[in-house]
């Protein structure tokens, strides 16, 4: 296998499982591009499967409801009035959107759509707390943070203290961990320089039907039972910044690229 990953021009004609093919072209793993009508991601586990931190209640309204509305409203858009971007990728259609008050409506429903995929996939049941022992990520807590206690103070002030509504985000930003917010439908998708590595929802409909006003309460459970630190490991290995700055990180990425031509 290791000769095959020598030769790029084997790799292109490979058909990989999932959606990630490497193109030879740029010497890079890309992700297919979805377009437009798009599809609502399933979630990655069942709807009861958070509870009793988040509910099957909530989780019914919020991905059924909230995140099917996103998706429906940018859909309806794109077969409409934004038709000249119908062949964009989500990743794409943000960042074409992104600052443009005549595409406001457009780039919030596209944003939305993007920012509760990952929401959903920065959820695991039976995890948070701290990172497992000796993994990158904690080595980048420890790194960066100065520890995990310390990361868990800044990112719980950084999601309580959204004004209304928004996330709180842990980040990769010009090679360093930070924890970060946006407003609204804001996403460091589309923010040169930043990539995200973990979110937590804080608009009212994330949490209410469970917690009411406590949203500090909720940010606890979340960080202690639910953060998902697979996913964010598997984010901080992605971002280009990690990896020319991480002997480990780009070990990593050959690691991947085995398991991709093997698949
Ligand atoms: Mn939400």
């Given amino acids: 296998m290791l000769s095959d990953l020598r030769k790029p021009e084997e790799w292109t004609k490979r058909r990989l ?15 297919a591009r979805a377009q437009a009508p798009f599809a609502l991601p399933p979630l990655p586990y069942a709807d009861n499967a958070l509870a009793p931190v988040i509910s099957a209640n909530t989780i019914g309204f919020h991905y059924g409801k909230h995140h099917k509305g996103y998706l429906d409203a940018m859909n309806a858009a794109l077969a409409g009035p934004a038709k000249d971007l119908a062949g964009l990728s989500l990743l794409d259609l943000m960042k074409a959107t992104a600052g443009k008050p005549e595409r406001a409506a457009l780039f919030n429903a596209a944003a939305q759509t993007w920012n509760h995929t990952f929401y959903w996939n920065s959820l695991k049941p039976g995890t948070g707390g701290k990172p497992p022992a000796g993994s990158r990520i904690a080595a980048r807590l420890d790194t960066d943070f100065g520890g995990y206690d310390k990361f868990r103070e800044t990112m719980k002030a950084m999601a309580v203290g959204q004004f209304a509504s928004g996330w709180g985000r ?32 804080v608009w009212e409909h994330a949490y209410y039907l469970d917690y009411q006003n ?18 964010a490991d598997k984010n901080l290995v992605q971002d280009r910044t990690f990896i020319g700055r991480s002997r480990a990180g780009a070990r990593e990425v050959v690691t ?8």
Avoid: H, M, Q
């Avoid at 924890?179 to 995200?196: D, I, K, L, Y």
């Avoid at 991947?256 to 698949?263: I, K, P, Q």
């Fill in 17 to 31: 499982s999932g959606v990630r093919r490497y193109c030879g072209c740029r010497g890079r793993w890309r992700v």
């Fill in 256 to 263: 991947l690229l085995f398991v991709f031509a093997n698949n």
């Fill in 214 to 231: 406590r949203r500090a309460d909720y940010v606890d459970a979340l960080l202690d039972k639910l953060i998902n630190w697979e996913f």
């Fill in 170 to 201: 842990l980040v990769i930003e010009n090679g360093k961990l930070a924890c970060v917010r946006t407003p609204n439908a804001e996403t460091p998708a589309t923010v040169a320089g930043r990539t995200p590595l973990l979110t937590i929802d």
